[in-house]
């Protein structure tokens, strides 16, 4: 079966089977993760990998912490502008689909939004033009979303600003190489590229933990407090950090983010080809910016779309079905699908269009 489900999922095949091997006896320790206590020194070395292999993979310097933290990206929606505002009174966000959206919704429970740029005009199928964002250069950081997982949209050129940029890059973060230096935070739930659900990783400016008012905010919510305590205010989901170390792993010996992201592009390539040179398939996005992550595409017959999706998923292509808000279709294709399964999907469609058309 290849499993396009856009989160919590597909992990690569190697690193579960290592996880399966060590489930029950961790490292001769005779005790599996699930069981250890956080504080041990077996899970703090676990904990510590995770954050130098991540470091190495995405080339994040020492000017930035690496906090693991539950609640998810929908927490850090809210997380975010109550660490992030204290001194200031507005946040700037740039609107492109359904997660930047819910973003600045959650935000204005903290602080005035300025919303520099939206695309829901034109059914969030495209990125604003960045000559006309409207940046307001006194408010406390500008969030964008680079990759709209649910609408297919994604960009990762930076509007020019002074203001620390905050991306929430759950879909696509270890996909591409980026340039760390560029943001002033980003964030990801685990549960697309780098784990199963549970955790959520946040690479933060050490300055700007300077921001968190401690005495205002919950105790665990503060990033200073997590920064200070290693992510272990409370106990963190440990199996969750240790398959994500076991992915950085697997990214480190199949050549880390570079080579994922030629793969991911071949994949992408194969696969919007398939739906351009067809008329029975099509996708709306902008073809500037489309997503390399998650591919929406929906057939000319409306009709036929109940039919793909039982006779797709007969044949071991999983979850094949677009958001419940949208409809269609969506394959995810992150960095553990391999060529393969994409292969495999458009054959299917070649042959589902034959058939049908
Ligand atoms: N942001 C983006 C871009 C997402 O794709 C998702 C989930 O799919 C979220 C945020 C929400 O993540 P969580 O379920 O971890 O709160």
Redo the contacts with the bound molecule.
């Keep these: 079966v290849y499993n396009f489900c ?2 919590p999922a597909a992990l690569p095949e190697a690193v579960l089977i290592k996880a399966q091997q060590e489930l029950l006896d961790w490292h001769g320790k005779g005790v599996s993760v699930m069981e250890m206590s956080h504080r041990s020194d077996e899970f703090v070395s676990i904990l510590t990998s995770a954050k130098a292999r991540l470091s190495r993979l995405m080339g994040i310097s020492s000017d930035y912490e690496i906090l693991f933290v539950q ?7 809210a997380q975010i502008p109550a660490n992030l505002c204290h001194g200031f009174d507005k946040a700037c966000y740039i609107d492109t689909g359904t ?1 930047s959206s ?2 600045l919704k959650e935000a204005k429970k903290y602080t005035d939004v300025v919303v520099s740029g939206s695309t829901k005009s034109i059914n969030y199928t495209s990125v604003p033009d960045f000559s006309t964002l409207n940046i307001d250069e006194a408010a406390a950081y500008l969030h964008i ?1 680079p ?4 609408g297919g949209v994604e960009y990762m050129d930076l509007p020019q600003t002074d203001l620390p940029i905050v991306a ?4 696509n973060i270890l996909s591409r190489a980026i340039d760390v230096s560029k943001y002033g935070m980003i964030y ?5 590229n780098i784990g199963p ?1 549970g955790v ?1 990783i946040c690479i933060v400016r050490k300055d700007l933990l300077e921001r968190s008012n401690d005495d205002a905010l919950p105790t665990t919510w503060s990033f200073a407090n997590l920064a200070k305590n290693d992510s272990m205010i409370n106990t963190p989901p440990t199996f969750a950090i240790y398959l994500a170390d076991l992915v950085f792993e697997w990214l480190e010996q199949n050549g880390g983010v570079a080579a994922m992201e030629q793969h991911n592009i071949a994949k992408a390539e194969l696969l919007y080809q398939a739906i351009d040179n067809s008329s029975f398939y099509s996708n709306p996005i902008d073809v500037r910016y489309r997503s390399r992550m998650n591919v929406p595409f929906v057939l000319a017959d409306e009709k036929l779309e109940s039919v793909f999706l039982a006779e797709s998923e007969a044949a071991g292509l999983s979850t094949l079905a677009g958001h419940r808000s949208v409809g269609g279709m969506r394959a995810s294709i992150y960095n553990a699908m391999p060529m393969a399964g994409v292969e495999a999907l458009v054959a299917f469609m070649k042959d589902f269009e034959q058939r049908y058309a």
């Design positions: 856009s989160g609640g998810g990206a929908s927490g850090l929606f997660w819910k973003a979303t990759n709209e997982t649910i929430d890059m759950s879909s990801a739930g685990a549960q697309k659900a959520a």
